[in-house]
T-cell receptor, first 112, second 112 residues
Framework: GEDVEQSLFLSVREGDSSVINCTYT??????LYWYKQEPGAGLQLLTY?????DMKQDQRLTVLLNKKDKHLSLRIADTQTGDSAIYFC????????????FGTGTRLTVIP | DAGITQSPRHKVTETGTPVTLRCHQT?????MYWYRQDPGHGLRLIHY???????DKGEVSDGYSVSRSKTEDFLLTLESATSSQTSVYFC???????????FGPGTRLLVL
């Protein structure tokens, strides 16, 4: 499969901004996604960005894409305790049998 | 959640026994997927379906089979469960192959 890498852990204080980073290897990706997984729950789609965009903002969420460096980030402004979860980035590549590749997930802990 | 349920939500079984997990959707989406989630690996695709009776293998299909006799149901079968199949299994759906995937709540399987 493709390599999609994320750091495993991130801790921030409530009210601060969180930045979760992701790197990927395949330059032919079409969409890049951020999913959120709360304890014991499935994956919830947070946002996504088309590969020809470099930024997307959605309320407290800002996605930045650097295609040259194959780097994707998710910034959460004014982080709240309810944002504590595991965040997965995923890369969509073409239409083959395996077209969605996930990172290992970053566990975000928000400290009150 | 996008009208996706999985059953059972939790299961404990013994090595060598058959296990069937069910995914049910109410969205009438064409594509359905089975993933497994393991620490350090993110989510990996097991099998997917692109229509009734149409299925294909994913990245980690060995030891698993699937069936789809109705649009709304996608079954994952472990013919003879092994301890290495202890995992959390997620079903996902999408309207088209390239479109965003929406995930079910997951099934936690423990093989003793």
């Amino acid at each position: 499969g493709e390599d999609v890498e994320q750091s495993l852990f991130l801790s921030v204080r409530e009210g601060d901004s969180s930045v979760i980073n992701c790197t990927y290897t395949d330059s032919s990706s079409t969409y890049l996604y951020w999913y959120k997984q709360e304890p014991g729950a499935g994956l919830q789609l947070l946002t996504y960005i088309f590969s020809n965009m470099d930024m997307k903002q959605d309320q407290r969420l800002t996605v930045l894409l650097n295609k040259k460096d194959k780097h994707l980030s998710l910034r959460i402004a004014d982080t709240q305790t309810g944002d504590s979860a595991i965040y997965f980035c995923a890369e969509s590549i073409g239409t083959g049998a395996n077209n969605l590749f996930f990172g290992t997930g970053t566990r975000l802990t928000v400290i009150p | 959640d996008a009208g996706i349920t999985q059953s059972p939500r939790h299961k404990v079984t013994e090595t060598g026994t058959p296990v069937t997990l069910r995914c049910h959707q109410t969205e009438n989406h064409r594509y359905m997927y089975w993933y497994r989630q393991d620490p350090g690996h993110g989510l990996r695709l097991i099998h997917y379906s692109y229509g009734v009776k149409d299925t294909d293998k994913g990245e980690v299909s060995d030891g698993y089979s699937v069936s789809r006799s109705k649009t709304e149901d996608f079954l994952l079968t472990l013919e003879s469960a092994t301890s290495s199949q202890t995992s959390v299994y997620f079903c996902a759906i999408s309207e088209y192959r390239e479109e965003t995937q929406y995930f079910g709540p997951g099934t936690r399987l423990l093989v003793l």
